[in-house]
């Protein structure tokens, strides 16, 4: 399998949207990595309909420690691709 696979499109070229979209993902990581507790606002404010009390929902301080290592993570990998894509 080639490496380049996830950014390239069927001409073998990289796709002009991917850049942008990437960018977006690098944003949402950071966001998660300094700030969890907006990304658990937003999300709480989308349980409305069926979650009786959404504040009820709020991760502990280790539940926002292990978003801000999947955050690293992600971006790490967000930035792997986003290199590999430019």
């Not at 690098?26 to 069926?50: D, S, T």
């Not at 420690?65 to 990998?77: E, K």
């Amino acid at each position: 399998m080639n490496p380049d696979t996830l950014t390239q499109t069927a001409s073998g070229t990289s796709s002009p949207v991917l850049i942008p979209i990437l960018c977006l993902f690098l944003v949402v990581g950071l966001i998660q990595v300094i700030r969890p507790q907006l990304l658990w606002r937003l999300n709480a404010g989308l349980q409305k309909g069926w979650v009786k009390d959404p504040d009820a929902t709020e991760p502990t301080g280790k539940g926002y420690a292990m978003q801000r290592i999947t955050g690293v993570v992600f971006l790490a990998v967000a930035t792997w691709m986003l290199i590999r894509a430019i």
